[in-house]
Every structure is written in structure tokens, then in C-alpha cells.
Nanobody, 124 residues
Framework: QVQLVESGGGLVQAGGSLRLSCAASGRTFSVYAMAWFRQAPGKEREFVARIDRSGVTFNYADSVAGRFTISRDNAKNTLYLQMNSLKPDDTAVYYC?????????????????WGQGTQVTVSS
């Protein structure tokens, strides 16, 4: 399995931006499709965005499309999530996840490895 460590979370005002990073180690990063999920207090973990192995194909949840951008740097073994125009509803713990599937589904079960999460808090 690949080990994943998220960073970059914090407190930001509504309308602000943050960039999350997810550093991978232990296995070849480029063989994994990657995704970001988030979990708000009292809610289930939900899909945010995913990206294929090469970084060419990506998908977003409707709630973040047009505001968030997922990307990856396979040379640096790192996944990113650029978050712009943040809203209080974006407050959650954000997790990165890795899948050996070529085109993983957006459900949690499609992903083999998870990071520990990073807290994002958006104040109004």
C-alpha cells in the first residue's frame, strides 16, 4: 500500500483560498488514481474530486466544480487540491485517497489507501 499524508489545511475567511497537498510514499505513486474526499461534523464522508494516473482526466462533485482544482505531480509523488472561493459549507476534514483501479468510482470502497486528514475551516 501507499502511505498518504495531507497538509495545508487551516482557517480561512469565506471567499478565500487554500491549497491542500497529499504526499505519497511506499509505492509507485503514478500507478494510483487519486481522489479527495471530505467529512463535515455529523455527516458522511463525501467525494470531492478525482484524477487519473497521468493527471489528464479529472472529475468534481457538483458542489465544488468551478471552485476547486485537483492536480498531481508524479515526479514529486504529490497530489494537490486548490480551493478557491471557499464557503462555510466547505468546512470539513479533507482526506486524500489512492486507488489501483484505472477509473475508480466515487464511492469510498473504490479506494485502497487513505491519509489521516487535514482540517479546513471556513469562517463566515
Amino acid at each position: 500500500q501507499v502511505q498518504l499524508v495531507e497538509s495545508g489545511g487551516g482557517l480561512v475567511q469565506a471567499g478565500g483560498s487554500l491549497r491542500l497537498s497529499c504526499a505519497a510514499s511506499g509505492r509507485t505513486f503514478s500507478v494510483y488514481a487519486m481522489a479527495w474526499f471530505r467529512q463535515a461534523p455529523g455527516k458522511e464522508r463525501e467525494f470531492v474530486a478525482r484524477i487519473d494516473r497521468s493527471g489528464v482526466t479529472f472529475n468534481y462533485a457538483d458542489s465544488v466544480a468551478g471552485r476547486f482544482t485537483i492536480s498531481r505531480d508524479n515526479a514529486k509523488n504529490t497530489l494537490y487540491l486548490q480551493m478557491n472561493s471557499l464557503k462555510p459549507d466547505d468546512t470539513a476534514v479533507y482526506y486524500c485517497a489512492a486507488s489501483r483501479m484505472v477509473v475508480p468510482a466515487t464511492g469510498l470502497g473504490a479506494y485502497d489507501s487513505w491519509g489521516q486528514g487535514t482540517q479546513v475551516t471556513v469562517s463566515s
